[in-house]
């Protein structure tokens, strides 16, 4: 099978996000072909370079999305004026009153349908308006195609023009109606650069063209790539997304008038909306993604849970000896950042002082970026006035309880090391995504306390305590308990352990990749026509017994709701033989 | 859970009493023993994750109640209030009040109280099924009628030391040159003449390498260049030569002085050298003012109207400046004013440069090389209608030179290029897109 790997900012860059993960996709699924097309973000990341690949990578295809030289492609009158309605169609849907794919932006609450219906995109009105947008987005790509770029037009006058023309139009959001002359200038700008994937010239018979399954490894502009090779070709899309890119981008939105904001916003929405309803199938990577992709309008027969995969192996050594902890030493491990809020874990270690008189507290980790470092400064300082150094006896010297070390040194060679060194690990941060040192601290089978934010409950499951964040008294409380408990700490312990391998390992990861890549295509084999050396279609090239007249799969069979093994559907898997790589069409 | 969801619709409620029958028994045991109510909502919840394994029934205990019937009777009064309350989504749109007011849909909200850590869970406190519809209601009740900030005021491009010294270096090379050139005699004054042209060209291309000058885009390589360099030239020393061909000259290479039979114009390209520091700074005050126009403007029209006197104005400017020089020019090198082409040939180069500078560099490059063809155009004329049968081809520029004098051919063909660069400049540079804000280099 080949596969079109869709990365923005992503795999095969050193400074990728989510390499880790595509590399051991990849390397995972040896038996399969991958073609990696890869946005890069920055001129940086260019530099930089990639990760060496694995020989089944076939081809890498790179685009910048950063700000590059531009193409000089001059359109055509009716050119233009196809443009121009296509952009113009597209802001209309942007500046629209419905703005958002919850289509509850204006007026109170009651028009926003309650998210329990969970399904497709509330409200009558969103329907036609989702259509625009994609009509306007794939005529834009068709004229792309046509013209060989549209860079130039999308950053030339008629594109701002267009853009005020839709947002002064009637029924505009009241943010949009507000835009001016700067604001209008930083959309357009923006949406050359999100748009850019329009004019790439991937989508022939011998680019993506050629694979049988686009994989976007994560929303927003890598989408993009994967909607149009559908759009033109017919290949299906999955969507993994492991954070919701929507999300990340109302998170890291710069500060911005409110009229940009809106519009960019919309657009986000849109685009994820878009690709929700075109992808075959869309993976969360945990229950919180997956909540906002449903509310995105995503269907939720679509959505699956893959959790991400952890390498279990340097952990296997401490999780099989669980007498190794010290039984006073709570641990910490993490990125310090504010975010992480250890003043609130030392305030609760104070707590936990008052009654265990003899614990220590070890907090392991290296700062994130100057904010980090400065948090640190301030957690040292704190530490050391809440706890005065203490010593064995009159003649030894003193050391603080609470100590702050990194992986690496000469005491902590790995981090399973600093899991190992401690009884109870403990979380407390007040935001939290996938928390990977709670997964790490399950997999050496260590007793946990955690804070309830993002996905800690759904990691946990029911294999270690639970307190709500901010709260230093519940978690001195939680600390405690386990503490005294030696008993309750192992079985915990273990179940933790169990847990973890059986939920978050590598192989767990791509198997469920594995097993949708063969569902996917079982269900929408793409047929192509395979052309001989002179360029004819060649006929026969199928075997008869390749077309059953019977369906393989049925489409709406429900899809194991929470990353079901892939390979405990076995109908999918024979299903696959009929689309071998078509030679000819290279 | 389909009925819960009814119920947790979010509104504004429409009386201070009870929601509903839980929240009834909530608000009596808040406002009489006054248990934190949060141990009601939170005995409710359906998903706990402790009580997954049943061995491990203490854990529960941890979370919620414990710490609450712990609290001592200052700590609880001081959260009673918060909590309490009898619309606890007030308080908490106080608290996010900021959020709330900048956010443009309620996922913004919604994401942004998730960055504060507030989960489902804490979503049910306040009468939701989850974050989201908690975050609807926020976006519905927040007020958004104050009007944002005023837009700052963009950063001006700053005047750096480095151009202004740089604009400031082919004037002063160029008066070298000329002096240079008037001082010494014979094959020294060749020598002079030429490394004098060599040094103003290396200025010249050092000065508009940066600052307001330079070109927008550094990739495409000059195309202006040679037909610059010819429109200097000729203004140095095309018209000598066009009266003495005229005339049935020319009888020697030029002499380098203002009274030979080849006579050289060296005012204009001084005093176009000398113009390079004003252009400058007037295409720096264009900029500057044009991206405050920018910024103050409601739309594009506006936009254009605002722009449109400010280019005129410093068209102006630069005019004025140029002509001030050109008389200084004039009177220190006690040469013929030949002001008009001068005059012309300035404020061609000047739009073709400003043009550039902002984006635009097809049509200087067409309109600069067809004023170089039609300048060379009228010299060979002049010398093919020396061969037989061709005499007709130089009345047009024997009429020309003999009504208005050998000044006329440039002023002519710099004057209609101008002009139609500066009809160009009115539609392009009036654009927004042509003063969009540089990208940030990343």
């Known amino acids: ?586 | 859970m389909n009925d819960l969801g009814e119920r947790d619709r979010p509104g504004t409620p429409t009386s201070p009493g009870a929601w509903d029958a839980r929240s009834e028994r909530t608000l009596n045991t808040a406002s009489t023993t006054s248990p934190a109510p949060e141990t009601a909502t939170d005995s409710e919840q359906p998903a706990k994750p402790e009580t997954a394994t049943s061995s491990e029934p203490p854990a529960e205990t941890v979370t919620g109640r414990t710490p609450s019937t712990r609290e001592t009777g200052t700590d609880r009064k001081a959260a009673a209030p918060r909590r309490g309350a009898a619309d606890p989504v007030k308080a908490l749109m106080h608290r996010h009040r900021e959020l709330c007011e900048r956010a443009v849909d309620p996922l913004e909200i919604a994401a942004g109280l998730e960055a504060h850590g507030i989960t489902d869970r804490t979503a049910a406190r306040f009468r939701h099924r989850d974050v989201f519809s908690l975050a609807e209601e926020m976006y519905a009740r927040a007020s958004r009628d104050g009007d944002g900030p005023p837009p700052a005021a963009p950063a001006a491009p700053r005047a750096c030391a480095d151009w202004a010294l740089l604009t400031l270096l082919p004037g002063a090379l160029c008066a070298a040159a000329v002096a240079a050139v008037h001082l010494t005699h014979g094959r020294s004054r060749l020598f002079a003449a030429a490394a004098g042209a060599l040094a103003v060209a290396l200025a010249l291309h050092a000065a508009l390498r940066r600052g307001p000058l330079s070109a927008a885009d550094r990739t495409t390589p000059g195309r202006t260049t040679t037909w610059t360099a010819w429109l200097i030239g000729y203004s140095l020393l095309g018209n000598g030569l066009l009266d003495s061909a005229v005339a049935g000259g020319p009888d020697g290479l030029p002499t380098g002085t203002a009274d030979g039979p080849w006579p050289l114009t060296a005012a204009p390209v001084l005093a176009l050298a000398l113009a390079c520091a004003p252009a400058a700074w007037i295409a720096h005050l264009f900029t500057g003012r044009a991206r405050r126009r920018l910024a103050a403007s409601r739309g594009l029209d506006d936009f254009a109207a605002a722009v449109r006197p400010l280019l005129l104005g410093a068209f102006a400017l630069f005019l004025g400046t140029l002509a001030a020089l050109l008389v200084l020019c004039t009177a220190a090198l006690d040469e013929p004013a030949a002001y008009a082409e001068a005059l012309t040939l300035g404020a061609l180069l000047f739009l073709a440069r400003l043009l550039t500078t902002h984006g635009f560099s097809y049509a200087p490059a067409v309109v600069l090389t067809a004023t170089a063809t039609v300048q060379a155009a009228a010299l060979a004329t002049v010398f093919a209608a020396r061969l037989p049968g061709c005499g007709l081809l130089a009345t047009p520029v024997d009429i020309l030179v003999t009504t208005w004098g050998a000044g006329s051919v440039p002023t002519l063909a710099c004057g209609a290029a101008a002009l139609a660069l500066l009809i160009h400049a009115t539609r392009k540079l009036t654009r927004a897109s042509a003063h969009a804000p540089p990208e940030p280099a990343r």
């Open chain 1, 1 to 586: 099978m080949r596969i079109g790997l869709l990365t923005e900012g992503g795999y095969p860059y050193v400074s990728g996000d989510a390499r880790l993960w595509c590399d051991r996709l990849v390397r995972g699924l040896g038996q399969h072909e991958f073609d990696v097309y890869a946005l890069s973000r920055s001129q940086r990341q260019e530099d930089e370079g990639w990760i060496p690949l694995p020989p089944n990578v076939r081809r890498v295809r790179t685009a910048p999305l950063w700000p590059a030289e531009d193409d000089d492609v001059v359109l055509g009158r009716r050119a233009r004026r196809r443009f121009t309605e296509c952009f113009g169609e597209l802001a209309a849907v942007l500046c629209g009153a419905s703005g958002g794919p919850s289509a509850s932006g204006s007026g109170p609450v009651s028009g926003g349908g309650p998210v329990s219906g969970g399904g497709p995109v509330s409200g009558g009105t969103s329907i036609p308006e989702a259509d625009r947008f994609a009509n306007a987005l794939y005529g834009l790509a068709e004229l792309a195609r046509e013209e060989g770029g549209l860079s130039g037009a999308l950053r030339s006058e008629a594109a701002v023009r267009t853009l005020e023309r839709a947002c002064r139009a009637p029924g505009a959001q009241r943010a949009a109606r507000e835009a001016r002359v700067p604001d209008l200038l930083t959309v357009a700008a923006y949406l050359e650069r999100a748009l850019r994937p329009l004019s790439l010239d991937w989508y022939e018979d011998n680019g993506l063209g050629a694979v049988d399954l686009c994989h976007a490894a994560s929303g927003g502009p890598a989408v993009l790539p994967g909607l149009l090779a559908r759009h033109f070709t017919g290949v299906p899309l999955l969507v993994t997304e492991y954070g919701v890119r929507l999300r990340t981008h109302y998170l890291t939105a710069p500060e911005a008038p409110p009229a940009v904001r809106s519009l960019l916003a919309a657009f986000h929405g849109r685009l994820a909306a878009e690709a929700y309803a075109r992808a075959e199938t869309v993976t969360a990577g945990n229950t919180h993604a997956r909540r906002w992709q449903e509310r995105c309008g995503a269907d939720r027969e679509k959505l699956r849970t893959v959790y991400p995969g952890m390498d279990a192996r340097p952990f296997a050594e401490v999780g099989e000896s669980p007498e190794c902890a010290d039984p006073d030493t709570l641990v910490w491990v993490g990125r310090v950042e504010p975010a992480k809020d250890l003043v609130s874990l030392l305030h609760a270690f104070a707590e936990v002082r008052k009654r265990q008189p003899r614990t220590r507290l070890r907090i392991v980790g290296a700062p994130a970026g100057a904010e980090g470092a400065a948090y640190l400064g301030h957690c040292r300082t704190l530490a050391a006035q809440l706890f005065p150094d203490e010593a064995d006896g009159p003649h030894t010297a003193g050391d603080n309880p609470v100590s702050f070390e990194e992986i690496g040194g000469p005491d902590l060679p790995a981090a399973a090391d600093a899991y190992a060194s401690g009884a109870v690990t403990v979380l407390s941060s007040v935001v939290e995504g996938f928390p990977i040192s709670l997964v790490e601290a399950m997999l050496c089978g260590r007793a946990t306390v955690s804070t309830d934010v993002g996905a800690v409950v759904e990691v946990i499951g029911g294999t270690g305590l639970v307190v709500p964040p901010r709260n230093p008294r519940a978690l001195a409380e939680a600390c405690v308990t386990l503490l005294r408990d030696p008993e309750r700490r192992e079985r915990l312990g273990a179940a933790a352990r169990a847990r973890a391998l059986e939920l978050f390992t590598v192989e767990q990861n791509i198997e469920a990749f594995h097993g949708i890549y063969l569902e996917i295509v079982s269900r929408t084999p793409i047929r192509r026509v395979v052309l001989d050396e002179a360029g004819e279609p060649l006929p026969f090239a199928y075997p008869a017994e390749a077309h059953v007249p019977v369906r393989w799969a049925d489409p709406a069979t429900r899809l194991v709701a929470r990353g079901g093994p892939g390979w405990a559907t076995d109908g999918p898997v024979r299903a696959a033989t009929p689309v071998p790589a078509p030679e000819g069409a290279r």
